[in-house]
């Protein structure tokens, strides 16, 4: 299990806060305002309702808000985009903050977790994010989307059959990865045939701005399945 260093923890022994890396300001422009609140807001009330674990706090920003962040520029202009498995907001909270000429669409199975993305949404004045509370399987009716984008949900072998469903012809999968995308691409050969998932690409984003870079797997959906 990974633990926090000493300078991660309050004097009390718990992990604080991450310092806001110099890189946020860039990453985020003149949305760094919305980006700290929501930070700060993921902060107070994350580990209490299940958003994020005890140990994520000293990494809350790297690890997670510029993580997400950095995949905004790859958003089409004015994309209606669909963050499966939304969770926390991550990335479609930050998403929306990043780029406020998308609309994004959550969804998330699990109510308390649907709870926190509105009531997120309506404390930072989101108004391009809905949030749909399903399984990705049972928001077909909730597309097509111009792109579709997960983190931290599963293999892309299981992954692709949930998410490229929901894209038009012509649009994205933009999948935030780890760092075995490589191999997980080798396992979901059959899958990306199958949904004619064409030019797959793994884009390496925020090298040299932010501490942790981003894995992104890009590819479009060439005909419908």
């Not at 963050?83 to 609309?103: E, M, Q």
């Not at 932010?210 to 797997?217: A, G, I, M, S, Y």
Request: charge should be negative.
């Amino acid at each position: 299990m990974e633990h926090p260093a000493a300078d991660d923890l309050s004097p009390a022994g718990a992990p604080v806060l991450e310092v806001e890396p110099s890189g946020a300001a860039a990453v985020f422009g003149d949305r760094i305002e919305l980006a700290r609140r929501f930070t700060a807001d993921l902060a107070e009330h994350g580990e209490l309702l299940g958003l994020i674990g005890p140990l994520e706090l000293p990494r809350l920003w790297s690890r997670h808000v510029l993580n997400s962040a950095v995949v905004a520029p790859y958003l089409l202009p004015d994309a209606q985009v669909a963050d499966v498995g939304s969770g926390a907001g991550l990335p479609g909270l930050v998403l929306a903050i990043a780029r406020p000429d998308a609309r994004l669409v959550l969804i998330e199975p699990m109510e308390r977790r649907c709870d926190w993305l509105r009531a997120e949404a309506d404390r930072l004045g989101l108004d391009n994010v809905e949030v749909v509370r399903a399984r990705a399987e049972d928001a077909v009716d909730s597309g097509p989307f111009d792109q579709v984008t997960a983190r931290a949900v599963s293999a892309l072998r299981t992954l692709i059959p949930l998410t490229a469903p929901l894209v038009r012809r012509g649009g994205q999968l933009i999948l935030l990865k780890g760092a075995r995308v490589e191999e997980e691409i080798v396992a979901a050969a059959k899958q990306i045939a199958t949904f004619r998932l064409r030019n797959p690409e793994v884009l390496v984003l925020g090298e040299g701005v932010v501490p942790e870079v981003t894995r992104l797997f890009r590819a479009t959906v060439d005909a419908a399945s």
